[in-house]
């Protein structure tokens, strides 16, 4: 019994390493890469840098869109197999994308892109681990998402260099080589686990029981969904302005440095929580990070150009962004249970996405209308609604969530 157990720890281990690896190549290639390579795609394409992010905030309206159907698939199918066929699809449209010819079929491949992110990041990877073992499914997404805070860190400077080298179209082959030589085997070895696993545990497999009553299920389901889309919009709204906005309120250069404070801060969140977070709930993790990302923006709103304001500010924003992508996860297991976690998540992400595609040119048209300030008050208020949508739900728990066999 004792050889089993740490033998399965050692798999879980494995398992929470290769989908690490996969979410840090995930995001680098398929998220954060693009910011460094958009200008290189709208000289080449012809487009302006604005027309270029169009493109990219459309795909992913409709890569938010598609979560839904595609965590009702994760279910019925399995998550690892969706995210192998997703490590597939993502190599061809990256492909894709560096061959288009014409701007539609470059907008084309762009969206089915956002698609294919949907199959192999944080979602699906959430999915896998409540599969393979619901009741450290939190633990190990802490663990997951500490691994894959790295991934901005790791590739805005191979972006950067490879840029230096070789053309965005080289670039965006490379990155499909990764997808389809590292991705897709490691989802293939998730995949076999998990069916021998299945064999072997033959329907006494443990399930996790939510802690949310069934006649409030609906309801609280509606509230996380509008709090975590919420929360989303504020965050994305900021993050996709902030060294500017920085730069704009008369930071100058030092701007750049203040934002790159933002990954590290999400990365130490992540540690801390994983250290010392063990008695903090789904829910209380949730309240938190909100907390931490509306005190970020009232602390840049009051302080204005004064340096270690907005130091405070980027560190902030950052802490609060790291446990969000903790609770993503966590949340909807502590409150709704493992039975369809594919396809609540799935229903949380669309909403979260599709709200959260519009917030960079929402929040760019509210400063050039309403200026700087009333415009982070207002996203300040947006995230002060989802801490209360956020203890809302906390409070109408019956209990934690139990597992059963």
């Given at each position: ?41 709208a000289?080449?394409?012809g ?20 979560a839904?159907?595609i ?11 969706i ?5 597939a ?27 294919s ?28 998402t ?24 080289e670039i ?18 998730i ?6 696993a ?7 497999r443990?399930?996790v ?9 609906r ?7 509008c ?23 008369g ?28 008695s ?16 970020g ?35 909807p297991?502590?409150?709704f ?17 599709a709200?959260?595609?519009g ?13 700087l ?30 597992v059963?066999?």
């Amino acid at each position: 019994m004792r050889k089993r157990s740490v033998h399965n720890r050692r798999v879980s281990a494995g398992i929470v390493s290769a989908l690490g690896l996969t979410q840090i190549i995930g995001y680098g290639t398929l998220y954060y890469s693009f910011s460094i390579l958009a200008p290189s795609i709208a000289g080449d394409l012809g487009l302006s840098l604005a027309q270029v992010f169009g493109v990219f905030s459309l795909s992913l309206f409709i890569g938010g869109l598609s979560a839904t159907y595609i965590g009702q698939q994760m279910d019925r199918i399995g998550a690892a197999t969706i995210m192998s066929v997703g490590s597939a699809l993502a190599a061809l449209t990256l492909a894709l994308c560096a061959w288009s010819p014409s701007v539609a079929i470059f907008a084309i491949a762009i969206i089915l892109l956002e698609v294919s992110s949907g199959m192999v990041q944080y979602q699906a990877a959430f999915a896998a681990l409540v599969e393979h073992d619901p009741k450290s499914a939190s633990q190990s997404i802490t663990y997951l998402t500490l691994i894959g805070g790295f991934a901005s860190t790791i590739f805005w400077p191979i972006s950067t260099t490879l840029l230096d080298v070789l053309s965005w179209r080289e670039i965006f082959l490379v990155f499909a080589a990764l997808h389809l030589i590292l991705c897709m085997p490691l989802h293939f070895w998730i995949r076999s686990v998990g069916k021998k696993a299945a064999d072997h545990t033959l329907g006494t497999r443990e399930t996790v029981i939510g802690a949310i009553l069934p006649h409030t299920r609906r309801r609280a389901m509606v509230i996380v969904s509008c709090a975590f889309a919420l929360l989303g919009f504020t965050l994305a709204a900021i993050l996709a302005h902030m060294v500017p906005m920085l730069g704009s309120i008369g930071l100058g250069t030092a701007a750049v440095v203040i934002g790159a404070l933002f990954g590290p801060a999400q990365v130490l969140s992540r540690l801390i929580n994983m250290v010392f977070g063990k008695s903090l709930s789904p829910p209380a993790l949730a309240v938190l990070s909100a907390i931490l990302i509306v005190v970020g923006i009232l602390i840049l709103l009051i302080t204005g150009d004064w340096p270690p304001g907005a130091v405070a500010f980027a560190i902030c924003l950052g802490l609060g962004s790291g446990i969000n992508s903790i609770a993503q996860g966590s949340l909807p297991l502590y409150l709704f249970g493992s039975d369809g976690y594919g396809a609540i998540t799935g229903k949380m992400a669309a909403a979260r996405l599709a709200v959260g595609a519009g917030a960079p040119f929402v929040f760019a048209a509210a400063m050039e209308n309403i200026g700087l300030s009333m415009s982070l008050a207002a996203n300040a208020v947006l995230g002060a609604i989802s801490i209360a949508g956020f203890v809302a739900v906390a409070v109408s728990c019956r209990q934690p969530a139990t597992v059963t066999a």
